[in-house]
């Protein structure tokens, strides 16, 4: 069973100027694309080829840089689609408690998403994750990923370059700012959080 492409969950006008369709037809069309069909190279003929993506980035990791650079980008990019929203409506209900609980308020919160993705240095993701009933930001290096680590990560951006460097330049902070600020997808979120199992990508 082949992985496929993903197709985003809103138009590619949508996020505009924050992310523009310019951006999204490199970023989703060429870079994910790329990953998917790298994945879809290296397990076709073996043992992997019929298993969940899940399953795929937690089998490499460790034994197959290659193949676990590639799913986890596949799964990586699939879940920050699905973070980012067109209208960012702010969180609710037991999301909303939780924030507050761990972090004081939405507005501190936000400031650590930018703060945590600002410092990190060179490519990779900054998340909001849960683990043992707590919220935590935490970032990651390249194409690490937090889905078989053991928390339950609830939203994801991107801090590689090519998610950003057409609309904002080097200029990370503002585009960090425009996503948290106007277009994080907290009912993914907090679909997440009340699920309490790691997403699942499918396409």
Same mark, same amino acid.
């Given at each position: 069973?082949?992985?496929?492409?993903?197709?985003?969950?809103?138009?590619?006008?949508?996020?505009?100027?924050?992310?523009?369709?310019?951006?999204?037809?490199?970023?989703?069309?060429?870079?994910?694309?790329?990953?998917?069909?790298?994945?879809?190279?290296?397990?076709?003929?073996?043992?992997?080829?019929?298993?969940?993506?899940?399953?795929?980035?937690?089998?490499?990791?460790?034994?197959?840089?290659?193949?676990?650079?590639?799913?986890?980008?596949?799964?990586?990019?699939?879940?920050?689609?699905?973070?980012?929203?067109?209208?960012?409506?702010?969180?609710?209900?037991? $999301?909303?408690? %939780?924030?507050?609980?761990?972090?004081?308020?939405? &507005?501190?919160?936000? @400031?650590? +998403?930018?703060?945590? /993705?600002?410092?990190?240095?060179?490519?990779?993701?900054?998340? $909001?994750?849960? %683990?043992?009933?707590?919220?935590?930001?935490?970032? &990651?290096?390249?194409? @690490?990923? +937090?889905?078989?680590? /053991?928390?339950?990560?609830?939203?994801?951006?991107?801090?590689?370059?090519?998610?950003?460097?057409?609309?904002?330049?080097?200029?990370?902070?503002?585009?960090?700012?425009?996503?948290?600020?106007?277009?994080?997808?907290?009912?993914?979120?907090?679909?997440?959080?009340?699920?309490?199992?790691?997403?699942?990508?499918?396409?």
């Amino acid at each position: 069973m082949a992985f496929t492409l993903m197709p985003l969950p809103y138009d590619a006008e949508a996020l505009a100027p924050a992310i523009t369709a310019e951006t999204f037809s490199y970023h989703h069309g060429k870079h994910h694309q790329a990953y998917v069909d790298k994945t879809n190279a290296a397990v076709e003929g073996t043992d992997l080829a019929n298993k969940s993506l899940e399953d795929v980035v937690a089998a490499s990791r460790g034994s197959d840089q290659g193949l676990f650079n590639n799913s986890a980008q596949v799964w990586n990019h699939g879940f920050y689609w699905h973070s980012l929203a067109p209208q960012s409506t702010g969180p609710t209900g037991e $999301l909303a408690a %939780k924030i507050e609980e761990c972090f004081g308020s939405l &507005t501190e919160l936000k @400031d650590l +998403l930018k703060s945590k /993705g600002a410092g990190h240095f060179a490519s990779g993701w900054v998340w $909001l994750v849960e %683990k043992g009933g707590k919220l935590e930001v935490t970032d &990651t290096h390249d194409a @690490d990923t +937090l889905v078989d680590q /053991g928390g339950n990560p609830l939203l994801v951006i991107d801090l590689w370059e090519h998610a950003y460097y057409l609309d904002h330049q080097n200029a990370r902070p503002s585009y960090l700012s425009a996503v948290v600020d106007d277009h994080l997808n907290w009912d993914f979120a907090a679909d997440n959080l009340e699920r309490g199992s790691v997403w699942a990508y499918s396409a």
